[in-house]
């Protein structure tokens, strides 16, 4: 702490602002406060109940899963099974729930219980930070957002925005490619299942009523949120088992390998369904964008390895390419995990309208839980 008291400009002055600020709500965070300097022991964990590392991992996963927790809420008021006790907000909107269960019946169910889950994440995950005495993660001074305005959204304002996404669908080949794993070979590009999702701005929710008018635009719309669900929970898969090689305390390690297995327990399940979506093309009649979701059980995809109920992860190098093949989730690299997975989200335009301080903080949530080491 001597940094600390010695230099008001220091990152451990910055970072201890910060995390007084989430639990304050403070907004006045700014770009101007992003540096790429160590992390050191806040306020709140001098009392040696978690080492900073720990808290930092803990806070991470946090801020995640209340940013996943706010667009499940979202798909939930509109396709899920809304206002009851586990998921309150909102009432439905028919058109867009019959849209969803071209691909799957179950699809509100499946909505509701995932959303359900996310909930429980973000609410345990702070529960505990405070119980060993931690800075909580607050991000409700960013709920700037305006969501949907469509029949079943209870209009609330969001963090996130399910209605400008460009999405990356490669990890439709990656968990069937049995010759090649992100770990071993980070220079392979992996095919997009549906290349016009990584291009452009897609909304995957209806946006008001209008998007519900026309049939076919409004099944473009559920396809986008079908494979916006495993896009999503394929990176939870990889970012608690690749933050659990970096904690020091087994009760931690505990908690983030015992919540990141309902992640990987959503992907396939999110995987089978987007599998099932109908080809079609449709335009945005709003922004003119084109997307396409084709035939994956047609070439360029298709075969034994790329059918669409293929849902388990094909056996592929694993440590070392002179090792047989295992079925692993892929990637678990730990080096710069939580930084990757802020840009991912950015680059998927989930943050769209968000201020400078929000991408502050996400930056510097990051920057400590890379920083964290085992023991």
């Given at each position: 702490?001597?940094?600390?008291?010695?230099?008001?400009?220091?990152?451990?002055?910055r970072?201890f602002?910060?995390?007084?600020?989430?639990?304050?709500?403070?907004?006045t965070?700014?770009?101007?406060?992003?540096?790429s300097?160590?992390?050191v022991?806040?306020e709140?964990?001098?009392s040696?109940r978690?080492?900073?590392?720990?808290?930092?991992?803990?806070?991470?996963?946090?801020?995640?899963?209340?940013l996943e927790?706010?667009?499940w809420?979202?798909?939930?008021?509109?396709g899920?099974?809304?206002?009851?006790?586990?998921?309150?907000?909102?009432?439905?909107n028919?058109a867009?729930?019959?849209?969803?269960?071209?691909?799957?019946?179950?699809m509100?169910?499946?909505i509701?219980d995932n959303t359900?889950?996310?909930?429980?994440?973000?609410?345990?995950?702070?529960a505990?930070?405070e119980?060993?005495?931690?800075?909580?993660?607050?991000?409700?001074?960013?709920r700037?957002?305006?969501?949907?305005t469509?029949?079943?959204?209870s209009?609330?304002?969001?963090?996130?925005?399910?209605?400008?996404?460009?999405?990356?669908?490669?990890?439709?080949?990656?968990?069937?490619?049995?010759?090649?794993?992100?770990?071993?070979?980070?220079?392979?590009?992996?095919?997009?299942?549906?290349?016009?999702?990584?291009?452009?701005?897609?909304?995957?929710i209806?946006?008001?009523d209008?998007d519900?008018?026309?049939?076919?635009?409004l099944?473009?719309?559920?396809?986008?949120?079908?494979?916006h669900?495993?896009?999503?929970e394929?990176?939870g898969?990889?970012?608690?088992?690749?933050?659990?090689?970096?904690?020091?305390h087994?009760e931690?390690?505990r908690?983030?390998?015992?919540?990141?297995?309902?992640?990987t327990?959503?992907?396939?399940?999110?995987s089978?369904?987007?599998?099932?979506?109908?080809?079609?093309?449709?335009?945005d009649?709003?922004?003119?964008?084109?997307v396409?979701?084709?035939?994956?059980?047609?070439?360029?995809?298709?075969?034994?390895e790329f059918?669409?109920?293929?849902i388990?992860?094909?056996?592929?190098?694993?440590?070392?390419?002179k090792?047989?093949p295992?079925?692993v989730?892929?990637?678990?690299?730990?080096k710069?995990?939580?930084?990757?997975v802020?840009?991912f989200?950015?680059?998927?335009?989930?943050?769209?309208?968000?201020?400078?301080?929000?991408?502050?903080?996400?930056?510097d949530?990051?920057?400590?839980?890379?920083?964290?080491?085992?023991?």
């Amino acid at each position: 702490m001597q940094e600390f008291k010695q230099d008001g400009r220091s990152a451990s002055n910055r970072r201890f602002f910060l995390k007084k600020a989430m639990a304050a709500g403070v907004v006045t965070m700014g770009a101007g406060l992003m540096t790429s300097e160590s992390s050191v022991l806040a306020e709140d964990e001098k009392s040696g109940r978690l080492t900073p590392g720990d808290a930092a991992l803990l806070r991470f996963a946090a801020a995640a899963e209340i940013l996943e927790t706010d667009f499940w809420v979202q798909y939930n008021e509109l396709g899920g099974v809304p206002n009851t006790s586990e998921v309150p907000g909102g009432s439905g909107n028919p058109a867009y729930t019959a849209a969803l269960t071209v691909l799957d019946s179950d699809m509100a169910q499946y909505i509701h219980d995932n959303t359900d889950d996310e909930f429980t994440h973000q609410n345990f995950l702070n529960a505990y930070l405070e119980s060993k005495g931690a800075s909580p993660v607050n991000l409700e001074p960013f709920r700037t957002l305006p969501g949907s305005t469509a029949t079943g959204s209870s209009g609330k304002l969001r963090l996130t925005n399910l209605m400008q996404l460009t999405l990356d669908t490669s990890w439709w080949t990656r968990y069937r490619d049995s010759k090649h794993n992100p770990d071993l070979d980070p220079g392979f590009t992996f095919p997009q299942a549906v290349p016009t999702l990584n291009q452009g701005r897609h909304t995957a929710i209806p946006r008001t009523d209008t998007d519900t008018s026309d049939a076919n635009f409004l099944q473009a719309i559920a396809n986008t949120a079908a494979f916006h669900f495993p896009t999503i929970e394929q990176g939870g898969n990889s970012l608690y088992p690749s933050m659990a090689q970096r904690a020091t305390h087994p009760e931690v390690l505990r908690v983030l390998i015992s919540i990141g297995p309902t992640e990987t327990m959503h992907f396939p399940t999110w995987s089978d369904k987007a599998g099932n979506a109908p080809p079609l093309t449709a335009v945005d009649p709003v922004t003119g964008v084109s997307v396409t979701f084709p035939d994956l059980n047609a070439p360029p995809f298709g075969g034994e390895e790329f059918q669409t109920n293929l849902i388990m992860p094909e056996p592929c190098p694993f440590i070392s390419g002179k090792l047989p093949p295992c079925s692993v989730i892929r990637p678990t690299e730990t080096k710069g995990i939580a930084m990757g997975v802020v840009k991912f989200l950015t680059a998927m335009g989930l943050f769209i309208g968000q201020s400078a301080g929000f991408f502050a903080l996400l930056k510097d949530l990051a920057e400590d839980a890379d920083a964290a080491r085992r023991g």
